[in-house]
Structure formats: structure tokens, C-alpha cells
């Protein structure tokens, strides 16, 4: 507690004391010691520096995630193979789950590429359903978009599909169908895709990726109705009662006082939201959706929506042999989302009992990004909404982007060179995380550190803008709420990019 309150005080000093230090890990390691009662000279002087030392054994094994084999031997291409196929697994004690997976693991496989690297994957679909995958969060052409009926046909049971794209943004990004979404991936159809950049400084840690998502199981195992709830469950957002981490309920990692930890994590739940909070160990936010934000800064808490991701560097206390618990915490998301429910306990964390070790320094500056130039900007205003529509079986509830349901919506248009300005308008009294497919946005609020998104929080009652630039890559690019409940009942829309102003969009048959 003291050590929050410390760092509290901190964070509140004025930006120029934090900048006459200049480099946040160096406060930040003095505050880590001072605050374990060390005496600050002497204990920085006893200290092993973190980078002479690893991570405890077997640090990450509870989170292992598959690594697909890789069939081609140039060093700069990935080529992969993909099966989506239902596997049994034991994810309630004593039970079989039939589990909805990327080639038999939960989460698919960790595909981890290095910038500039061509990934190539040769996807077979082996469900009984048509299924696709998106590439959540790549810059890739329009017809790698994984988007049956608007980018591509839906892969069929039995049918393939090569997918090829090339890693051009280092980050943390993941992949999951794009049909029958909330159904889908609500039964584990998602996996990590980490792209790296070999300059990342030692001082980021080591990486682990952490893939939140979670279930909804009967006492059997049995994955309950994709529409169980009816109306109330398409307006609320379906959260499974069991948490995974890694496709694991309550798995453990390893960590060692004063070395630090790279934290990919990516909220894969179909509605979830989540706020990482971790007493005493100290956070420091690197960026999220596309890498590297501006600056780096240390954080209390990072709430992530559905879809988004956080790249944070974890620095444990100095507190050996002791367990923390990562929790999920009720994180408000509009009407009765956090009533009466729980905390809930999600990854274990143990100190392993080895000397603390001096983390390196941080640095503040990461990289540059430019505010996009909206002087020219063309400004639209999406309005997020929800209707209840009175039928013969009862009341349903529809949503929409203006009012208009996905299956009835005309497509946005822009055009190559175009800047549009999009205030995302939510009335309603749920959040929404707005997701834009095939372009990184920059939110227009002064009080962020600059990043590039492709993932925000439209928090109920409230409005976002965004800056998008459409440079490059024409098509059809879909948006929509990463509520997967929500867009499956219509909150979604699509974007026609045109070459140039005079391009009209294909005809398309938008699938219900
Ligand atoms: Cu992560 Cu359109 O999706
Ligand atoms: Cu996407
Ligand atoms: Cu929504």
C-alpha cells in the first residue's frame, strides 16, 4: 500500500520534475528500493543489474502457447499452416469441453514474426460451420481482410484458403473469425500475432503474451446457446462465467523481483471488459493496439475493451516468495455492468525466492507520431445505436450505426489522400469499443499520450473522435462494436475506399 501511495504522489509531480529525471525506470527503480525500506545507495550498489540475470525456470510454462511449424526456409516469410477444428479439452475439472480451435490449441498458435516479414497461411476449415480469419489489426491489402461476403467467400466445412500479408507494424495484434462472430469466437476461435521489432530496447523485458478471454459453460462443460439471455443477452454483451488466461483457468506465473516483464496482453472476449490492476508490482504502459505509443508511462490500472491490446512492461516488487493475484475487477461498461459482481481471481503471480535484481532504465521517449493534418478533414458523426423491435416471438433488440442495422446500411465513402474526422456518438446507456478494420486512427484528445489505435472505448453517455487518413490500400473495410454480441445484431457497417473520388463500390451482399 505504501508503495502505491508512493508512486500516486509521484505520477502527481509536475511534468517537469519527471522530466528533469528523464528517464522514468531511473525514479522508478529508487522508488521500488526505497520502498522495501532499502537503504537507496547502498542496495543499488548490491543489486545485480536485471539484464545479467533470466527470467526464474519455467517462468512462462503454464502460459506456453503452441508455436506453428514454419514451412518455409527463408528467414524473412512465415509460412503456416491453420486448421480451425473442434477439439475436446478439459477446461472445467472432470469435463469435456468441445472446444472451437486454431489447430488444437486454446488460444491458436503464437504466430510471432519479425517487421517487414512476409506471413503466409494456408488455412483449412474443418468445423462444421463456413468460418474466416481476421486479422485484427493488420495493415494488409482488402482481400486479406478475412471478411466473407465483402473481401473474400466464406471458407466452407472442407474448404481452404490462403491467406498473405506482410507484417508492417511491430506490435501485438490477433486473429479470429469474422462470421458468426460472438458464436465463434465465444467457443475459442482466436490466437495471438505478435510482430517484433528486433530495436526494441533489453530494458523491455522478456515477452509473454497473455490472451484474456472467457466461457460460457454449463456444470458439464457444455458450451451454453450462442444466443443464450435472448434480447437481454444481445443488449448486455454475453461474458462467460469462466476466465481464461491462455486458455487456462488460473494458470501461474513466475517472477523475479526487479526483472522485468513484457506483458502482451489482448482482450479477446466476446464482451468483456477488463482493468489490470496489480498491487505492489510496478506497471509501465509501453503503447498497445499498434506497438509503441509516444511515451512510455507508469500505471495504476489499464482498462483494455474487447479487441484492444496493452504492451506493458511489469517490474516485480521486491517481495520474495510471495503470491499476487491477477483479478478481473468489475470495470463499469455502462448500465448495471458492474452491480453487485465480484472480483474474480484470473493468473496467479509468484516472486520466486532468488535475489531482487536492478531493472534498466525505460526510456520516456519511444517514438514519433504525427498528428494527423485534419485542417482538411471531411467530419462525419456516427451515432451508436440501439432499438427494441416488437415481433410475433416478442421484443428484439436491433442495433445500428444512425439507426440503421448493418444488413440495411449504405457504405461510408472516402477516398485515397482523403482525412476524415469521425465523432463516434454513444446515447446509449451501454459502452461501446468502436473497432475500425484496415487503418490505425488517432483519437482527438489532448489528454492521451499520442498512439495509433484501432481499438477505443466509446463509454456510455459519451463521445469519441477520431482522425483517420486513408493513404493507401482501397476496398471495402468493415467497423463495427468489438461487443461481438453487438454487432451481430447490427452494430456494424462498412467503409468504401475509393482509388480516387470518382470509384463506386462493388455491389455486395451484406450477410445477416
Ligand atoms: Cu477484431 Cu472486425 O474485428
Ligand atoms: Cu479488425
Ligand atoms: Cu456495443
Redesign the pocket.
Known amino acids: 500500500m505504501y508503495f502505491l501511495y508512493q508512486f500516486n504522489g509521484w505520477r502527481g509531480m509536475p511534468r517537469t520534475a519527471l522530466r528533469s529525471c528523464g528517464i522514468y525506470v531511473c525514479c522508478l527503480s529508487s522508488l521500488w528500493l526505497s520502498a522495501c525500506g532499502e537503504q537507496r545507495g547502498a542496495a543499488l550498489e548490491a543489486l545485480e543489474p536485471a539484464a545479467s540475470v533470466g527470467q526464474p525456470g519455467g517462468w512462462a510454462d503454464d502460459l506456453q502457447l503452441a508455436a506453428p511449424r514454419d514451412l518455409n526456409p527463408d528467414p524473412n516469410i512465415l509460412e503456416i499452416e491453420l486448421e480451425a477444428r473442434i477439439e475436446p479439452m478439459e477446461i472445467r475439472p472432470g469435463t469435456l469441453t468441445p472446444v472451437w480451435t486454431y489447430s488444437g490449441g486454446l488460444p491458436g498458435p503464437l504466430i510471432r514474426a519479425k517487421l517487414g516479414d512476409t506471413i503466409i497461411v494456408h488455412f483449412s476449415n474443418a468445423l462444421p460451420e463456413a468460418t474466416s480469419i481476421h486479422w485484427h489489426g493488420m495493415r494488409l491489402d482488402n482481400d486479406m481482410d478475412g471478411v466473407p461476403g465483402i473481401t473474400q467467400p466464406p471458407v466452407e466445412p472442407g474448404g481452404e484458403l490462403r491467406y498473405e500479408f506482410v507484417a508492417r507494424d511491430a506490435g501485438t495484434f490477433w486473429y479470429h473469425p469474422h462470421i458468426n462472430s460472438a458464436a465463434q469466437v465465444g467457443q475459442g476461435l482466436y490466437g495471438p500475432l505478435v510482430v517484433e521489432d528486433p530495436d526494441d530496447p533489453e530494458a523491455f523485458g522478456d515477452d509473454v503474451v497473455l490472451l484474456l478471454s472467457d466461457m460460457s459453460l454449463d456444470a458439464d462443460g457444455q458450451f451454453l446457446p450462442a444466443d443464450h439471455g435472448g434480447a437481454f443477452g444481445d443488449l448486455f454483451?454475453r461474458e462467460g462465467s469462466t476466465l481464461l488466461v491462455n486458455g487456462r483457468v488460473v494458470p501461474t506465473l513466475k517472477v523475479r523481483a526487479g526483472k522485468p516483464q513484457r506483458w502482451r496482453v489482448i482482450n479477446g472476449a466476446r464482451a468483456r471488459y477488463y482493468t489490470i490492476a496489480l498491487r505492489g508490482h510496478s506497471i509501465v504502459k509501453l503503447g498497445g493496439d499498434n506497438g509503441l505509443a509516444a511515451r512510455s508511462t507508469p500505471v495504476n490500472r489499464v482498462v483494455l475493451v474487447p479487441g484492444e491490446r496493452a504492451d506493458l512492461v511489469v517490474i516485480p516488487s521486491r517481495n520474495p516468495d510471495a503470491t499476487a493475484m491477477l483479478q478481473w475487477i468489475p470495470t463499469d461498461r455502462g448500465f448495471g455492468s458492474v452491480f453487485n459482481r465480484p472480483r474474480q481471481d484470473m493468473l496467479r503471480i509468484e516472486t520466486v525466492d532468488e535475489a531482487p535484481v536492478a531493472p534498466a532504465a525505460i526510456p520516456e521517449f519511444l517514438r514519433q507520431i504525427e498528428p494527423i493534418d485534419i485542417s482538411d478533414a471531411i467530419e462525419l458523426d456516427l451515432d451508436?445505436t440501439i432499438d427494441t423491435q416488437r415481433t410475433r416471438e416478442g421484443s428484439q433488440i436491433v442495433?445500428g450505426i444512425n439507426g440503421v442495422p448493418y444488413w440495411d446500411s449504405k457504405p461510408l465513402m472516402a477516398s485515397i489522400g482523403q482525412t476524415q474526422v469521425w465523432t463516434l456518438i454513444n446515447d446509449t446507456a451501454?459502452?461501446?469499443?468502436f473497432h475500425l478494420h484496415g487503418y490505425f486512427f488517432q483519437v482527438l484528445d489532448e489528454t492521451r499520450i499520442p498512439e495509433w489505435k484501432d481499438t477505443v472505448d466509446i463509454p456510455a453517455d459519451s463521445s469519441v473522435r477520431i482522425a483517420i487518413q486513408f493513404d493507401e490500400r482501397p476496398g471495402v473495410w468493415m467497423y463495427h462494436?468489438?461487443?461481438l454480441d453487438?454487432?451481430d445484431v447490427g452494430?456494424m457497417g462498412h467503409l468504401f475506399v475509393g482509388a480516387d473520388e470518382h470509384s463506386t463500390p462493388p455491389e455486395l451482399h451484406l450477410m445477416h
Do not use: T, V
Open positions: 454483451g451508436l442495433m451501454f459502452s461501446h469499443p462494436c468489438h461487443i453487438h454487432a452494430m
